[in-house]
């Protein structure tokens, strides 16, 4: 990955306009299998902290550990904390590069406390993931964070790949809307109106999907026969701290140098 080509204006332009932009290929073939090799390693017995299936107990997750499909890992966290070729990838210059151009400031940092995880779908035991966007329960001064999901396996709707409402992270959605946990109702026409306009993020392996705190996302269930494999990490700017004593701030955040 080279840190002198980042994103075009164009590029910028439609993260500005949608949310989100994809960069075909940004991790390159040899890091992606470095990485899939630590996870084979941290995937079986699966060690901790791991947020299970049941934890999240989205619909489609199985009802307790102690029934089928009980065990199955949802989300390895501290992703960065587990190897350095997660910590290289997070603070490369082609992503951090990237990230400053989206949040159009000079340091950046990277959240320990948010993402920071690899994300699994498994077969058989995978679950969906309702309509929210991430900045429902961070708290920065600022709701302006990107995450950058960077696909280690294909994705698509077959395999629960995620999908997004273009533009919806500059909507004002009232706060009746959303339900209990903060997940877009379905049964407002006004949401479904919405959710129609929603795309399929298509990638491919290295391919990594940057996008912004407010953007609507959701992704299905896993109906294929092999794990589905993502990396995650969110960035702030420098000028954009959590707020102290929340969840946001409870392990300090990476500063990405200037190379
Ligand atoms: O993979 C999924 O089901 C979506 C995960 C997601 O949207 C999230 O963790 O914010």
Known sequence: MSAGALFSRDQVGQFNEQGYVIEKSLAGPEIC????????????PPLAPVEFETDVQYPGSPTDRLSPGGNTPRRFLNAYTRDSVFRQWARNPGVVGRIRQLLDTGQVLVSQNHHNCIMTKHPGFS???????????????QPDLVSVWLALTDENEDNGGLQLIPGSHRLHIDRGRFDGALFLRQDLPANQKMINNAVAAELHRGDALFFHSRTLHAAGRNNTDDIKTSLVFTYHAENNQPLAGTRSAAYPDIACTRE
Not at 35 to 42: A, G, H
Not at 127 to 141: G, K, M
């Open 127 to 141: 679950s969906a993931t309702l309509w929210h966007q991430d900045i429902r329960y961070w708290l920065f001064d």
């Open 33 to 44: 299998s470095r990485m899939l090799q630590v996870i084979r390693e941290i995937m079986e």
